[in-house]
């Protein structure tokens, strides 16, 4: 029997997140009571963060393979295959909890992580992007977290090197306890040098790699698995801190090593750091894992084991090695400036032994810690379905001009340069399209072929009708890399949600999954990776539920791409996809009448998937100018964008309501523009493939005019759309 050194009370189980049937379960897999690092490593390795036990259930639904999948999720990303011997590795994650008790440290590590889950695969990172969610911007926290969260994400991507090519940020006054941090990055690696975590063979050293552990972070994966309250100043030790600069060389170590053949297995030190990775190398292998903690770095003086199975100190991998390799691995990681340390063996007997200062102070049985934590079918309740809202019964504007320049200058609505001003988007070279566009493309290799990129979900729409809502945000990341010209190959998911032991937060999860597993199959868009953020609440207010999707798309070409600009004088304007008719949960209803209800949009995925596909193929022939898709804030929006990313005006006519032609967010549509004597072929072309295609105007001028109700002028839109995020961030709004 091993001693226990602090007595194992209610109240210690209760602040390790353990519920007292969970605890009951742990005496009953070791037939003891746990040591107190016991405790902390059960309640590492059980928690939502790391067990996702309130989820897996329904994320086993999820589409996962398809005909260029090589790793679906289970592994440190997913990876898909892109041709010529190189694959995509991608993945999205959140830091939410920390980045809200310490934005700048919180938003940092949480792109280091992101960077971390890639090229622990073998990939070197070669695009990022980001989530965020921010409270009401009257808030008195809100700027402070805008503040913070943007510069981390700036300072540490920066100084590591990858471009951020994309992302999104919103507020909503649900987010003023909980702000969200949503981080992705993919890395380029070849389709024969992926590495993934399992432990193969018995007797070989276990190695810890890269920075020292210290306490930071100690209780990370628990606090992020558990709403906020009153204390949450309490937990601001629990965020880690971050350097990028460490991690760069940590990139090139590992990446060295890997082309040695050293490497077995390798796992980063991420949520629950030393107990997380060794406990999941080890059980996806059928070893058991003995580590010595006295062989463990530090970089703080009398550490506990408790502390160090726990930290979650940055820049940290675990691997098992091939011994012969020894001596070369050392020396790379030694040039690097890097901690090389064999803390540990592989062994036949199934067990996670933790040894410090000669006492056993853990022995536990590895595959219940991992394969076998709880996982709980919680009672769920269906969101009560929203009214269709007729656009006859909704307000018109009194002046639809004036509407157009809040829709396009207000704060969900303006331009996010000020936010990507801030990150580097041109570094290794690559980037063809900076932030602010439909998606991110980079250049990849030296056959012309490119990457997309785009993240994207409605919350509003969630909120409403968890299942539309999840359609939506798949269909719409989907839209945003079909509109480049690229082909959309898999996806990621971060699934951002409230407390999942209430009814109604589950059954949003619930509904959600269904919506993103729907739209998925229909759209051959698997789901590879992902990470699901449960317990985002504060003193009981749920954030508004919030699937990210995170997409990757392929451009074969990448000189046969379509840009969201107003391009020629002349050109044709067409929409394929019908009018705009549907003004429930629109930005027109929330920003200009001051209204959140009724049904969101429906999603056809049929008709997402044939308008798509034509319009990608018209992209790749050269047949148009300019492609936009339409989402919030409807037709006018999509207007107003594409004439101020080109400097150029236009004018159109729209027939039906007024208000709903021009900010009705019907889905799977797209605005295009084309030369005018290719004009009328596309849209014959449109019609013979059973498509809804109108022509409603031409670009040129200086101001944007849509006949009969509007006119206003380009310079005019582009100052209101550009203005609001600088005027806020330095006081004048």
């Known amino acids: 029997m091993i001693p226990n050194d602090i007595a194992i009370t209610p109240e210690l189980i209760e602040a390790h997140g353990l519920k007292p049937d969970e605890y009951e379960r742990i005496l009953a897999l070791i037939g003891r009571t746990p040591t107190f690092t016991e405790l902390g490593i059960f309640s590492a390795m059980w928690n939502e963060h790391c067990s996702y036990k309130s989820s897996k259930k329904w994320l086993k639904t999820l589409p996962t393979t398809g005909k260029r999948v090589l790793q679906g999720p289970g592994e440190n990303a997913g990876v898909v295959d892109i041709g010529d011997g190189e694959c995509v590795v991608f993945k999205m994650e959140s830091h939410n909890h920390p980045s809200y008790i310490e934005p700048y440290q919180g938003a940092a590590t949480g792109v280091g992580g992101i960077l971390r889950d890639v090229f622990t695969m073998g990939a070197r990172p070669v695009a990022a992007m980001n989530a965020l969610r921010f409270g009401d911007p009257e808030h008195p926290r809100t700027k ?65 790699l890269g920075a020292k552990t210290g306490r930071d972070g100690v209780g990370g994966a628990t606090m992020a698995s558990a709403e906020f309250d009153e204390t949450i100043e309490e937990k601001r030790p629990t965020v880690q801190v971050g350097d990028p600069f460490t991690e760069k060389c940590l990139l090139e170590a590992c990446l060295e090593l890997m082309t040695t053949g050293a490497v077995i297995a390798i796992q980063d030190m991420g949520a629950a750091g030393l107990t997380c990775s060794a406990v999941e190398m080890g059980a996806k292998g059928n070893l058991g894992i003995e580590l010595d903690l006295d062989r463990v770095p530090v970089r703080e003086e009398r550490m506990t084991a408790y502390e160090m199975m726990l930290s979650e100190s940055q820049e940290r991998m675990l691997m098992v090695l091939r011994p012969e390799k020894e001596a070369e691995a050392e020396a790379i990681f030694t040039k690097w400036g890097l901690d090389f340390a064999i803390v540990g063996v592989t062994t036949d007997t199934l067990r996670f032994i933790v040894k ?17 934590a709880p996982e709980y079918d919680r009672p769920w309740a269906e969101t009560p379905r929203k009214p269709v809202l007729p656009a006859s019964g909704i307000a018109e504007p009194d002046d639809y001009a004036a509407a157009l320049l809040t829709l396009v200058g207000n704060a969900n609505g303006a331009s996010r340069r000020w936010v990507w001003e801030q990150y580097d988007t041109l570094v290794q070279g690559n980037t063809i399209a900076r932030p602010g566009g439909d998606a991110g493309l980079i250049r990849v290799g030296d056959k012309g072929k490119g990457l997309a990129f785009a993240v994207d979900v409605t919350p509003r729409y969630v909120e409403a009708d968890p299942f539309e809502g999840g359609k939506q945000a798949v269909a719409e990341c989907w839209r945003n890399i079909t509109a480049t010209g690229a082909d ?84 044709v304007i067409v929409v ?158």
């Open 144 to 208: 402070h977290l805008v503040s913070g969260v943007v510069a981390g994400v700036g300072g540490y991507g920066n100084s590591f090197g990858v471009p951020t090519v994309g992302g999104e940020v919103e507020f909503h006054s649900r987010y003023n306890g909980n702000c969200l941090v949503n981080a992705f990055a993919a890395g380029i690696a070849r389709t024969d040098g992926i590495f993934l975590s399992k432990a193969e063979g018995v007797g070989l050293p276990v190695v810890y």
């Open 356 to 372: 410090h200062q000669g006492e056993t102070v853990a022995d536990l049985p590895i595959k219940e810690l991992g394969d076998e």
């Open 488 to 571: 959309p190959l898999a996806a990621t998911d971060n699934l951002n949600f409230g407390n999942p032991e209430k009814p109604e937060s589950m059954g949003q999860l619930v509904g959600a999954i269904k919506g993103i597993g729907e739209a998925c199959r229909a759209l051959d868009f698997p789901i590879v990776s992902g990470n699901v953020s449960l317990y985002n609440e504060t003193s009981g207010e749920a954030i508004l539920p919030t699937p990210a999707i995170g997409g990757v798309g392929l451009l074969d070409d990448v000189t046969k791409r379509a840009g969201a600009a107003f391009a020629n004088e002349g050109d």
């Open 576 to 733: 394929v996809g019908g009018h705009g008719t549907h003004l429930g949960q629109s930005a027109y209803l929330r920003d200009i009448l001051g209204r959140e209800d009724g049904a969101p949009p429906p999603v056809d995925l049929d008709a997402e998937r044939r308008r798509g596909d034509f319009v990608r193929d018209l992209i790749r022939a050269g047949r148009v100018t300019g492609v936009h898709d339409v989402s919030s804030g409807g037709l006018a929006v999509a207007l107003a964008e594409m004439a101020i990313a080109g400097g150029t005006g236009a004018r159109v006519k729209v027939s039906g309501p007024a208000h709903a032609a021009l900010f009705g967010e019907d889905q799977g549509r797209y605005v295009l523009t084309i030369d005018a004597e290719r004009a009328g072929r596309v849209v014959e072309d449109a019609i013979d493939a059973g498509l809804e295609i109108v022509e409603i105007g031409h670009v040129g001028g200086s101001d944007l005019t849509v006949e009969d109700i509007l006119t206003i002028s380009v310079a005019k839109l582009a100052e209101s759309h550009e203005t609001w995020f600088p005027d806020y961030m330095n006081g004048a709004r």
